[in-house]
């Protein structure tokens, strides 16, 4: 999972060649026979709403470390989306929610360390979930939080929550 694509094949180790498809340069792996697909990964995210407020973690770990965020990260292989953004949401902040109580918001894309990262936003009402914020795994602090209160807030945070609080 990195930003480049790659230059030996995944499955075999052989060294890939350039080669054109649907008119773009793409990875080949000559002993597979086949492309190398270089496909953005996704991420899920829960923008927890309660009134102008939402929910907001402090990263503890890199990357942006000490920045405030919508909780959310990577999906599980075999993980529906809305699945993995409600687990994310409890382990990074104990706060609780249905899947089915998320409302889709958008899909977006976007480049983090060289990584081609597909956020999958969703929205949910705390008179939805239950629990209490506690700062869980990968987080520092958590809190409600319009964005202007918060600093320094990752950009892609503020557009998340826009998209939540505007929908
Ligand atoms: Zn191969």
Known sequence: MTG???????????????????GRERRYCPACEAFVWHNPVPVA???VLDGDRALFVQRAASPD???????GGFLEADELPAVGAVRE????????????????????????????????????????T????????????????????????????QERYLLAAEG
């Open 4 to 22: 480049e694509p790659a230059d030996f094949c995944p499955d075999c180790g052989t060294a890939t060649e350039r080669r054109e498809s649907e």
């Open 45 to 47: 995210t829960v923008v």
């Open 65 to 71: 470390r000490g920045e405030w965020d919508i909780p």
């Open 89 to 128: 949401l409890t382990e990074e902040t104990g706060v609780r929610a249905s899947p089915d109580a998320l409302r889709l918001c958008g899909v977006g894309h976007e480049t983090r360390e060289g990584r081609n990262i597909l956020p999958v936003v969703y929205a949910v009402e705390r008179a939805a």
């Open 130 to 157: 239950s629990g209490s914020p506690v700062a869980g795994s990968d987080a520092d602090a958590v809190r409600f939080a319009r964005p202007a209160d918060l600093d320094p807030v990752r950009d892609v945070a």
